[in-house]
């Protein structure tokens, strides 16, 4: 019997690199700096499972491409549909390849869209992955732009549309600055999850929970 599980899960597997203090990337924003931090300092395999979901949301960005790319939708124009990312401060980077990220034109205006692959659609969209479009907005000056959720099982979807937001960035930047400062010192950050009741969902989630745990507040 051939194991087709195994087959994908081989093809899946990445290399694990260290991260280098200095350098960071957009997705790591609007999570807990905590959690940032002990990736750069105590860097974990990513779970098989975690891999496949990563995978699947790719395949829809690509389906999402195709459709906005097609002839049969003269009224979008698709742009580009990976964008690289590169936002220099004093002493770090914040860079990457965004292959979740699509440039479209209507009616002669440029807008950013965020594709994200959801189980059920969202009555709002998520903070973070706003922070991530505010950022991806602050380095391309394209201030105009949609998080757009596709819903997994039937293809349905949901757009929120957002402008640039100064105010958003700047604290955006703040938390990098933060993270920053707390590797290059070695200093733990707080536990900002654990500290707050809307985001405590993340620890159930976070493959560093039992490091946290030991490190206290």
Not at 6 to 14: A, E, V
Not at 87 to 92: C, V
Not at 99 to 120: F, P
Not at 122 to 133: D, G, K, T, V, Y
Request: proline residues 5%; contains cysteine.
């Amino acid at each position: 019997m051939i194991d087709f599980d195994k087959i994908i899960d081989q093809y899946l597997i990445r290399e694990n690199k260290p991260k280098e203090i200095g350098r960071y990337y957009p997705s790591e924003v609007g999570g807990c700096i905590r959690k940032t931090w002990f990736s750069y300092k105590n860097p974990k395999e990513l779970d098989a499972a975690l891999l496949r979901i990563f995978e699947a949301g790719n395949l829809l960005h690509e389906f999402i491409s195709e459709a906005i790319k097609s002839e049969k939708n003269p009224e979008v124009e698709l742009i580009k549909n990976e964008m690289p990312i590169k936002i220099e401060e004093k002493d770090f980077i914040i860079s990457g390849r965004i292959d979740n990220l699509v440039l479209l034109r209507i009616s002669g205006k440029q807008y950013l869209i965020e594709v994200k692959s959801t189980k059920m659609l969202p009555r709002q969209a998520n903070e973070s992955h706003e922070m991530q479009l505010q950022l991806y907005m602050h380095a391309t000056n394209i201030h105009s732009g949609f998080i757009l959720y596709i819903q997994k099982d039937n293809l349905t979807t949901k757009a929120f549309p957002f402008d640039y937001n100064q105010e958003i960035v700047e604290d955006i930047l703040r938390r990098f600055r933060e993270l920053h400062l707390a590797l290059k010192h070695n200093t733990l950050p707080k536990p900002e999850a654990k500290l707050n009741e809307e985001k405590r969902w993340m620890c159930s989630y976070c493959p560093y929970k039992e490091n946290c745990d030991k490190a206290g507040f």
